[in-house]
């Protein structure tokens, strides 16, 4: 199953009006204070120029806490709205409120065109908002790109677990058929690693109901050795959320050496919800490796798991790599000689051996090439380079200190603030966000 992919998708699934009761816990919570939302956005002398006899696109609340975007009116009391098949009558009772999508939409964009967009804590209050007033394709895009930059954001999280964005594959009860459950479980698993974050959140939110967690651990440390990216990145989400700290070794290596950015991104931060500065240690000597690109992926995982306990590293690989000044910039120098050797008769030495002369041939060789002057900086040059930015993308991570790009300016800030530093508690986590 790979539908919802994108979020275009997902603004035709919200769209649609969906009668039947939530059947999975993603579905199941009902918004907060619908009443007051009402309130909040719609004043009298809104509601008094909104004839509901006319027939327009409105964000109708039902009594069950859903709500659907359609074009729908309202004669005599009773409500109605317009699907592919015409015109459905909703029970008496069974509308809430009713607001008009303009004039939400153009409410939300107001406040949007007012939020700072760096700001995840401003933009998540906007996605919640967008969220409680029935605005789901606005509040998703904005959930979206507030994981993107900080994948721990709580009140985003908490916007995305507390309403109906759209519907995820539900696990089978406990007492199901063992064949059922596990194809259920397989659905599931399929879904959420075709998701992008937010589908991927609320498929381990379902994924959460799982009656047997030993079984579940299992499976998802299995999932981790899939040949899909997909799978990989959405079975060390679920490690991160329901077993933070468990299959440390697995993450460790997938942080580092895993070809696929996202899943380094993910297993780094599931490394971070263990909460156990330790686990730096083997990435801290995956610094020293002879490959500069594990160097490199090394730092970056260090920045994102956000312990402090790794500065300090950091900045000592920052000095170790940096190039030095001492030769005011030149490069090393060789030399390759591109030839041919030929060999030839120079002369003859006479020899007398039991009264005969005997001529023994003197073999002398010459040369005829060139010799080049070479120096190979462009390999040298970009390693060191990429792995400065990395290394120093990680130190701002973690320290919050963005002195300049340079690896001159790193050191220097160092030496400047490492005994305060060093006297801090390095215990947790400081940031770990993904820039």
Known sequence: ??????????????????????????????????????????????????????????????????????????????????????????????????????????????KRGATDLHDVARRAELAAWGARVGLTVEALAELEAILAQDPDQT??????????????????????????????EDDLMRFGAAQTTCGRELAVLELARHTDKAALQARLANELGSTFPT???????????????????PLMVHAVLDAS??????????????????????????LSSKSPAVRVRAAEALGVMGYAAAVEPLVARMAAAAPSGGDAGRLPHS??????????????????????AVADPQINVYLEGSVMDTAVSGVLEVSWETESVAIGGALAKLTGEKPTRSAKAWLAWWEKNKDAWR???RSRPKTGMPG
Do not use: H
Not at 231 to 249: C, D, V, W, Y
């Open 155 to 184: 009140l985003a999280l908490e916007t995305l677990r507390s309403n109906w964005f759209f519907t995820v594959p539900a696990l089978a009860r406990a007492d199901a058929d063992p064949a059922a459950a596990r194809a259920a």
């Open 1 to 110: 199953m790979r539908s919802f992919r994108s979020l275009n998708v997902f603004a035709l699934v919200v769209s649609a009006f969906v009668v039947s009761a939530p059947t999975s816990r993603a579905q199941s919570a009902e918004p907060t204070s619908p009443n007051a939302t009402v309130t909040a956005t719609t004043s009298a002398d809104d509601a008094a120029q909104d004839d509901v006899t006319v027939e327009k696109r409105r964000v109708l609340r039902l009594a069950g806490g859903q709500t659907i975007r359609v074009v729908s009116r309202c004669v005599d009391g009773q409500w109605s709205y317009k699907g592919k098949s015409g015109w459905k009558t909703l029970e008496a009772g069974a509308v809430r409120s009713a607001q008009l999508e303009s004039r939400l939409v153009s409410e939300f964009r107001a």
């Open 231 to 249: 799978r990989r990145a959405f079975a060390s989400l679920a490690l991160r959320r329901m077993f933070p700290g468990a299959e440390a070794k």
């Open 335 to 356: 030399y390759i000689f591109v030839g041919r050797q030929v060999s030839y008769v120079q002369d003859f030495d006479v020899e007398v051996a039991q009264f005969q």
């Open 423 to 425: 006297s801090e508690d």
């Open 261 to 286: 950015a996202d899943v380094r991104q993910s297993c780094a931060l599931a490394l971070k919800a263990a909460n156990e500065p330790a686990l730096c240690v083997p990435i801290v000597r995956a």
